[in-house]
């Protein structure tokens, strides 16, 4: 669209931009490239004018085509299929669903008197504790212990122990897991955080240095810092974006990023938010196109899960930043 143009009519406008503070020169001989200013110029003028692929609505609607009592694992599979989308990585967080149970256990010895617990919930959450124990364990107990754990639920036959002080040991591994599971449960005083898709910013040229992928990262691995940004984005109850610099009160300075969040709903209350982060040359209006797309078809699914099942969920006991209607 601009044939018409000399390269001397060109870098006048160039230098004008450059003056304004919308483009600049890394290097002498390089080009220019958009500054954060120009980059928020764009998105501000279509925030509200977001574009969406077919192949990409469609994704969409597969991913969210059929609930699911697994409510965890919807969170974290529509986060998965957002990332893949977006290309960005993906944090998400989410309120405590109640009416759940404990489904399985597995038992993985770490070393002789270290043992790993997982709990799988009916709800598709996955807890971990660590067991220290006082003596050395072996595999067959641990087997054991599990089949215990089962029937004690009402889910299979009463397990056989070798002796009577390892039924005795199995049921203080049983009464320390589940007291830790109901305390943690009941006790909900930050929301959980969804992260997936951190290996998707390797393949931006911007993130080929170490130091600017571990300034961008630094968000990421700090679970406080990511729920600041996605309360902050409930709060203003909208999409919202920070791009560069404006983002240093979550992320080193240094860091040449974008995040974009948006809220999402069950049953029309407030329940939590979902953000991306990208490079700052990322396709804004695709992803707020599929931004609001996500977060609508994320809250028809989830509102849809919680009538069928008679779910209830319930926000931080300690969080003030999100107020449920």
Same mark, same amino acid.
């Given at each position: 669209?601009?044939?018409?143009? !000399?390269?001397?009519?060109?870098?006048?406008?160039?230098? @004008?931009m450059e003056?304004?503070?919308?483009l600049?020169?890394?290097?002498?001989?390089?080009?220019? +490239?958009?500054?954060?200013?120009?980059?928020?110029?764009?998105? #501000?003028?279509?925030?509200?004018?977001?574009?969406?692929?077919?192949?990409?609505?469609?994704?969409?609607?597969?991913?969210?085509?059929?609930g699911?009592?697994e409510?965890? *694992?919807?969170?974290?599979? !529509?986060? #998965?299929?957002?990332?893949?989308?977006t290309?960005?990585?993906?944090?998400? !967080?989410? =309120?405590?669903?109640?009416?759940?149970?404990?489904? #399985?256990?597995?038992? +993985?010895?770490?070393?002789?008197?270290k043992?790993?617990?997982?709990? &799988?919930?009916?709800? %598709?959450? &996955?807890? *971990?504790? *660590? +067991?220290?124990?006082?003596?050395?364990?072996?595999?067959?107990?641990?087997?054991?212990?599990?089949?215990?754990?089962?029937?004690r639920?009402?889910?299979?036959?009463?397990?056989?122990?070798?002796?009577?002080?390892?039924?005795?040991?199995?049921?203080?591994?049983?009464?320390?897991?589940?007291?830790?599971?109901?305390? %943690?449960?009941?006790?909900f005083?930050?929301?959980?955080?969804?992260?997936? %898709?951190?290996?998707?910013?390797?393949?931006? =040229?911007?993130?080929?240095?170490?130091?600017a992928?571990?300034?961008?990262?630094?968000?990421l691995?700090?679970?406080?810092?990511?729920r600041?940004v996605?309360?902050?984005?409930?709060?203003?109850?909208?999409?919202?974006?920070? &791009?560069?610099?404006?983002?240093?009160?979550?992320? =080193? @300075?240094?860091?040449?990023?974008?995040?974009?969040?948006?809220?999402?709903?069950?049953?029309?209350?407030l329940? %939590?938010?979902?953000?991306?982060?990208? =490079?700052?040359?990322?396709?804004?209006?695709?992803?707020?196109?599929?931004?609001? &797309?996500?977060?609508?078809?994320? !809250? @028809?699914?989830?509102?849809?899960?919680?009538? @069928?099942?008679? +779910?209830?969920?319930?926000?931080?006991?300690?969080?003030?930043?999100?107020?449920?209607?």
């Amino acid at each position: 669209g601009f044939e018409s143009l !000399s390269s001397a009519t060109i870098r006048n406008y160039f230098g @004008k931009m450059e003056e304004g503070g919308y483009l600049k020169q890394q290097h002498t001989s390089g080009g220019r +490239i958009p500054t954060e200013k120009a980059f928020r110029l764009y998105a #501000d003028a279509y925030r509200d004018e977001g574009v969406l692929e077919k192949t990409q609505e469609e994704s969409l609607e597969e991913a969210f085509k059929e609930g699911s009592k697994e409510v965890a *694992t919807l969170l974290n599979r !529509s986060a #998965d299929v957002l990332s893949e989308l977006t290309k960005c990585a993906v944090f998400v !967080s989410a =309120p405590r669903f109640d009416q759940d149970f404990v489904q #399985d256990v597995r038992l +993985i010895r770490i070393d002789p008197t270290k043992v790993l617990s997982v709990l &799988i919930t009916d709800f %598709g959450l &996955i807890r *971990t504790e *660590t +067991i220290y124990m006082e003596k050395e364990v072996d595999p067959g107990f641990l087997r054991a212990t599990e089949e215990y754990f089962l029937w004690r639920m009402n889910k299979g036959e009463k397990s056989l122990f070798k002796t009577e002080g390892e039924a005795k040991l199995a049921q203080r591994i049983y009464n320390e897991m589940m007291v830790r599971h109901v305390v %943690g449960y009941a006790n909900f005083p930050e929301e959980d955080v969804i992260r997936t %898709g951190l290996s998707k910013l390797l393949a931006y =040229p911007e993130f080929n240095d170490a130091a600017a992928l571990a300034s961008s990262l630094a968000l990421l691995e700090d679970q406080n810092q990511m729920r600041a940004v996605l309360r902050e984005c409930c709060k203003q109850n909208q999409m919202s974006l920070w &791009i560069g610099d404006e983002l240093s009160p979550f992320v =080193p @300075k240094e860091a040449e990023c974008t995040v974009i969040a948006i809220p999402y709903r069950i049953n029309q209350t407030l329940a %939590g938010a979902v953000a991306l982060l990208g =490079p700052m040359r990322v396709p804004y209006r695709n992803l707020f196109g599929l931004m609001q &797309i996500f977060s609508e078809q994320l !809250s @028809k699914a989830l509102t849809e899960s919680v009538y @069928k099942y008679k +779910i209830t969920f319930r926000q931080p006991t300690g969080s003030k930043q999100i107020e449920v209607q």
